[in-house]
């Protein structure tokens, strides 16, 4: 056992086992380095990470490498989930150095921490025109040892480089429509007619781009902005990577038609989309959104809840054959012969047509990934549905994949306003229970008494590291999500403690700039600092989005400046690159319709005729929208204030830039004040 024996984080107890004498990023580490004059090995990863998998086996795992890298390194290893300020800092130099990045990330650093030599994957022996992990294991040590004035000098070169990389932020101004504007027609330009998405291969599930779209069109009435939403959604929910089984997403699909997936499951990707799905059904009434945010919702509790109440981070890729080996997708993919097996003949031959399985597969070796073809004709649905359990039944007795528990904050406030906002919509108390269950799990375990949130926990205990803003903006929208949910004021209380975070620990006075860490957290060589989307929403723009909410909930002026100025990155950025600060947009469009106040007054929650004004406002799509629910005499929340029954009847407010509609005791009058258009 090495250092990383004694770490929370499942990927770091990976790799505890290893030969190599790993630490784990700290300072002792760095004195270590310098006391012995070496340089350092940083590799940086994740649980469900395949190709880190994949080197871990063929290089750390060595005697002969670990022997070699012992002597003559410091090597150090990181969870990229529970460090995204190191991974943001070191990955921005890998890709200004190569052009590229990913995981396995490996970085050569001076006992300083500044780095001077970049890769992510070596494999075992040259290939593919890559050099073997052993030969450049061999020229870092040769150029520390030989040239270490000329790496010193390529070190510090590349610290001053990131330094200028810092964000142009001059005005605080919020983008405006003609700025969206712009922002839909370069989505347009990019987006795929044929297969939904944007881009080609690898196709990312696009769900905050979704969201703009989505709002955009509930602002505007754009029906090319909600085409290209429904469409992509239908063309995901039927490809490959959708479970068609057990519901979820996969990371990302390899092909530009959705059909092979990367298979990890993230709670990120879930939560996000569970969302994106829920609100496409509310815009349109979709039996197919409908199904696949139940689907993804039931997914998330039923595989990747703990046992404390949380959400573990993710479901690995890989999985056991059945013969002992580790492979990629074996717990998902099919066969003809294995689907007859099952379900026998007739049923089996029903199968192979209905989820698209090939003689050939869709795969590697045969094998298929069940989808929905579109030319899926007419099936029972009684029929489809008694072949899909019995496949479920049988699938559940393969070995599943790995499971890293590990609780991210960020990732569970995201899950916590899925859920929440699913299980109001559909009439599913469970899934608000669930969320409430998370969020009682954040409050006991990673806030502190000061409000500081831990960035992750494990069993029930808070891990070392500081929350970065990612967590702090999640964590509060999935709060507020909640407090609409529930009439329950506490989570905007909570919400607001988090976001007073944001103002005095995140936010730059001068221009409203927002960091990615606190003023008081680590020194790194930079301090990192990212308003585009990657696989969540930008701790930047998310901040924004939960800072607006929170205003229209209280009336704080702060905060709606914050917020204002915060999105004056998203007026540089939206225009020139859409697909990269999809959440901004999606902020800015709520900006621009106010956003909407409304107070629901009525004698309980659990009054029918209250209940539904409160339903009613919930699934009002006017972009960013906040709601208060309770009684007259409530102080749960400031919108409820001087808000009276109307003749005795519960009654319904919507205001919007200070200005106030007559209060309704009519769902259908609620429903109409809540139409953008």
């Not at 199904?291 to 573990?312: N, S």
């Not at 097996?341 to 070796?365: K, M, N, P, S």
């Not at 899909?388 to 994949?401: D, G, S, T």
Request: hydrophobic share 40%; glycine share 10%.
């Amino acid at each position: 056992m090495n250092r990383l024996a004694h770490e929370t984080s499942p990927y770091l107890l990976q790799h505890a086992d290893n030969p190599v004498e790993w630490w784990p990023w700290s300072a002792a580490a760095f004195d270590e380095a310098r006391t012995t004059g070496k340089p350092v090995l940083l590799s940086v990863g994740y649980a469900s990470c395949h190709w880190c998998h994949v080197m871990a086996h063929e290089s750390f795992e060595d005697q002969a490498t670990a022997d070699y890298l012992n002597d003559h390194f410091v090597s150090i290893k990181v969870d990229r989930e529970e460090r995204p300020d190191v991974d943001a800092v070191y990955m921005e130099a890998v890709q200004a150095a190569t052009g590229q990045g990913g995981w396995p990330m490996t970085v050569f650093l001076t006992p300083d921490a500044e780095p001077f030599y970049f890769g992510t994957y070596f494999p075992p022996a040259p290939r593919h025109g890559m050099p073997s992990f052993r030969q450049v294991l061999e020229g870092v040590r040769q150029a520390w040892e030989e040239r270490r004035e000329e790496v010193g000098e390529v070190a510090g070169k590349i610290v001053r480089d990131l330094a200028q990389r810092e964000i142009g932020y001059q005005t605080g101004q919020a983008p405006g429509e003609q700025e969206l504007a712009q922002a839909l027609l370069g989505l347009t330009r990019e987006y795929d007619p044929q297969r939904g998405g944007f881009g080609g291969a690898p196709k990312f599930p696009p769900s905050m781009v979704l969201e703009f779209l989505l709002r955009h069109h509930a602002r505007t009435g754009a029906e090319g902005a909600l085409q290209m939403a429904q469409d992509t959604c239908e063309r995901m929910a039927r490809g490959g990577i959708y479970d068609q089984l057990g519901g979820g997403f996969a990371r990302y699909s390899v092909d530009r038609d959705w059909v092979v997936p990367h298979f990890e499951k993230m709670l990120y990707d879930n939560a996000l989309l569970c969302r994106v799905y829920a609100h496409l059904w509310r815009a349109t009434g979709s039996d197919l959104a409908r199904r696949v945010a139940l689907e993804t919702a039931d997914f998330l509790v039923r595989e990747l809840r703990t046992d404390e109440g949380g959400f573990a981070s993710a479901l690995d890729a890989d999985s056991d054959d059945g013969s002992g080996r580790h492979v990629e997708g074996a717990y998902y993919v099919w066969t003809p012969e294995q689907l007859r097996a099952v379900l026998g003949e007739e049923d089996g031959d029903l199968a192979v047509q209905y989820f698209g399985v090939t003689d050939e597969g869709t795969f590697e070796h045969g094998q298929s990934v069940l989808q929905l073809p579109q030319s899926e004709g007419v099936f029972d649905a009684k029929r489809i549905a008694s072949v899909r359990e019995r496949l479920l039944e049988k699938r559940a007795q393969r070995p599943a994949p790995g499971r890293d528990d590990k609780v991210v904050a960020a990732w569970n406030g995201l899950a916590i306003a899925a859920l929440a906002e699913t299980g109001a919509y559909f009439g599913r108390p469970d899934l608000v229970e669930a969320a409430l269950a998370a969020a009682d799990l954040l409050v006991r375990v990673h806030l502190d008494e000061h409000a500081r949130l831990a960035r992750t926990s494990k069993d029930g205990r808070a891990g070392a590291n500081a929350g970065v803003l990612e967590d702090y903006a999640d964590v509060a929208e999935g709060f507020l999500a909640l407090a609409s949910v529930t009439g329950e004021g506490v989570w905007l209380d909570f919400a607001g403690l988090l976001l007073d975070h944001v103002l005095a620990r995140f936010t730059d006075p001068e221009n409203g700039a927002l960091f990615d860490t606190a003023s008081d957290a680590e020194r790194l060589i930079r301090r990192p600092q990212d308003p585009t989307d990657n696989a969540t929403p930008s701790g930047w723009t998310a901040a924004a989005g939960a800072l607006l909410g929170y205003a229209a909930h209280t009336g704080s002026e702060a905060h709606r400046t914050a917020a204002e100025r915060a999105l004056g990155v998203v007026r540089a950025l939206g225009p020139r690159v859409p697909r990269f600060i999809g959440w901004g947009l999606a902020v800015a469009e709520g900006l621009l319709d106010g956003p909407r106040e409304v107070a629901v007054v009525g004698p309980s929650l659990t009054d029918e005729r209250t209940a539904a004004l409160h339903r009613t406002a919930l699934l009002g799509t006017a972009p960013g929208a906040v709601v208060a629910a309770g009684t007259p005499d409530s102080d749960e929340f400031p919108l409820l204030a001087d808000r009276p029954l109307v003749d005795g009847e519960p009654a319904a407010y919507v205001c919007r830039n200070f200005t106030c509609d007559v209060p309704t005791t009519d769902p259908e009058l609620l429903r109409a004040a809540l139409r953008t258009r």
